[in-house]
């Protein structure tokens, strides 16, 4: 019984399948692309701690052992020396602060970035998992057509048998039946692709698929996409770079403070008189130091100027990208508004078609039409079919783009 417990299980799993919702969430943390995102944003993170480390006074050590030939009386031989340097940087005209601040806002568009990229993969998987939708109501409508001809196939040989009907009349429906069987393949062959699609993207099986919807929209306040939050922060942070360059021209003051032990061999001495009480065998030094730079024939201004047309670009990058998410805002607002409209139609179509090919089928089947009528019939109940699913999926994926423009998350109005 365990066995066999063992064995269903993982079907019956597969069996439940999953929403569109469960497979965004997934991709949130099973997508490689998302964790890479993640992974910078930890690596930014790093060069904040940095840059405030940057404030910190720094301790050095060491050790030297120098040899010298010839010694004299005040170069002995050789001499081995360890030391420790604590030092501070007093001020600096504000590049620490300017790093800093660069540093914190490249954290920050880092964060926006992955925000930005996760919710064009919610996008991207939406119209996977509606594309896989539309393709299965596709090959289920050239199914329900095929099961039709082959139906019709029969009847019309029984009819050949009996002298009613010529070869003629079944080849033309054999060769319907085959073609119809070919776009069949096809179609699995574009469905396969988009189910493997759908799993590179959110880690998960699409063996079965949960039905899912968007809400209708309404009340939706515009906002101004992550990607152009990202740039922002991205200007702000070369603005600070292009700060740190111009300190280096204010004054620099730094205070150190460096003690060392020595110990000397192969001295020389001159009768009573030994070089042992000249040399110092340890010492403190403090030291105290301001400079400034007066020329550098406008490198480092050169090198700012340089950095301020970077952020000049990054302001019009900004500026276009504005506009462009307003313009596909709006565009996304129509394009809901035409396929609600083709909705319509579609569904007027599907109810004409239907009603069409129940007549002429009743009329085929009595002899009071030829198969090219009722082929037609059948031909356009079946794309009726098909074209009503595909809009209704069409529409989910218009909803999902809308919101996506309008500087949402399409996840959250998954129902």
């Known amino acids: 019984?365990?066995?066999?417990?063992?064995?269903?299980?993982?079907?019956?799993?597969?069996?439940?399948?999953?929403g569109l919702k469960t497979l965004v969430e997934n991709a949130n943390k099973e997508n490689g692309l998302i964790t890479a995102k993640e992974i910078r944003?930890?690596?930014?993170?790093?060069?904040?701690?940095?840059?405030?480390?940057?404030?910190?006074?720094?301790?050095?050590?060491?050790?030297?052992?120098?040899?010298?030939?010839?010694?004299?009386?005040?170069?002995?031989?050789?001499?081995?020396?360890?030391?420790?340097?604590?030092?501070?940087?007093?001020?600096?005209?504000?590049?620490?602060?300017?790093?800093?601040?660069?540093?914190?806002?490249?954290?920050?568009?880092?964060?926006?970035?992955?925000?930005a990229f996760e919710k064009s993969i919610t996008l991207?998987?939406?119209?996977?998992?509606?594309?896989?939708?539309?393709?299965?109501?596709?090959?289920?409508?050239?199914?329900?057509?095929?099961?039709?001809?082959k139906e019709q196939i029969k009847r019309i040989r029984k009819?050949?048998?009996?002298?009613?009907?010529?070869?003629?009349?079944?080849?033309?429906?054999?060769?319907?039946?085959?073609?119809?069987?070919?776009?069949?393949?096809?179609t699995k062959l574009e469905l396969l692709r988009s189910e493997r699609k759908l799993e590179l993207l959110s880690?998960?099986?699409?063996?079965?698929?949960?039905k899912n919807y968007l809400k209708e929209p309404e009340n939706i306040q515009f906002e101004i996409f992550e990607n152009i939050k990202m740039l922002q922060a991205n200007s702000n942070a070369v603005g600070e770079n292009s700060n740190a360059i111009n300190a280096g021209y204010k004054p620099q003051v730094n205070i150190s403070d460096t003690y060392n032990r020595s110990h000397f061999d192969d001295t020389v001495s001159m009768g009573d008189?030994?070089?042992?009480?000249?040399?110092?065998?340890h010492q403190n030094k403090l030291m105290i130091s301001v400079n400034m730079r007066l020329f550098d024939n406008e490198r480092m201004s050169k090198e700012s100027e340089a950095v301020k047309y970077?952020?000049?670009?990054?302001?019009?990058?900004?500026?276009?990208?504005?506009?462009?998410?307003?313009?596909?805002?709006n565009l996304s607002q129509k394009s809901l508004e035409t396929i609600r409209t083709r909705l319509k139609s579609a569904k007027s179509a599907l109810r004409a078609a239907k009603s069409t090919y129940d007549v002429l089928k009743k009329k085929f089947e009595v002899g009071l039409i030829d198969n090219i009528a009722f082929l037609d019939a059948l031909t356009q109940k079946t794309l009726a079919?098909?074209?009503?699913?595909?809009?209704?999926?069409?529409?989910?994926?218009?909803?999902?783009?809308?919101?996506?423009?309008?500087?949402?998350?399409?996840?959250?109005?998954?129902?």
Request: glycine residues 6%.
């Open 1 to 18: 019984m365990k066995i066999l417990l063992g064995l269903f299980l993982p079907l019956f799993v597969f069996a439940q399948g999953y």
């Open 41 to 115: 944003i930890k690596a930014k993170q790093e060069e904040v701690d940095a840059a405030k480390s940057a404030y910190w006074p720094t301790v050095d050590v060491g050790a030297n052992h120098s040899y010298v030939s010839p010694n004299n009386l005040v170069n002995p031989g050789q001499t081995s020396t360890v030391f420790a340097t604590l030092n501070l940087e007093l001020y600096d005209g504000g590049r620490k602060s300017a790093i800093l601040s660069a540093k914190r806002y490249e954290h920050e568009a880092a964060q926006f970035e992955k925000r």
């Open 124 to 149: 991207e998987i939406v119209r996977h998992y509606y594309g896989v939708q539309k393709l299965k109501a596709t090959l289920e409508a050239l199914e329900e057509r095929s099961i039709e001809l």
């Open 159 to 186: 009819f050949k048998s009996a002298g009613l009907s010529t070869q003629e009349e079944v080849d033309k429906l054999q060769a319907e039946y085959d073609s119809n069987n070919y776009t069949m393949a096809n």
């Open 203 to 210: 880690g998960l099986p699409v063996i079965q698929l949960k």
């Open 273 to 281: 008189f030994s070089g042992d009480g000249l040399l110092l065998d």
């Open 310 to 329: 970077q952020k000049m670009a990054l302001l019009s990058e900004i500026d276009y990208a504005k506009n462009e998410q307003k313009m596909n805002y």
């Open 385 to 415: 079919q098909a074209r009503y699913k595909e809009t209704l999926y069409d529409y989910e994926i218009g909803k999902s783009i809308y919101y996506y423009y309008a500087g949402k998350d399409p996840k959250e109005f998954i129902r």
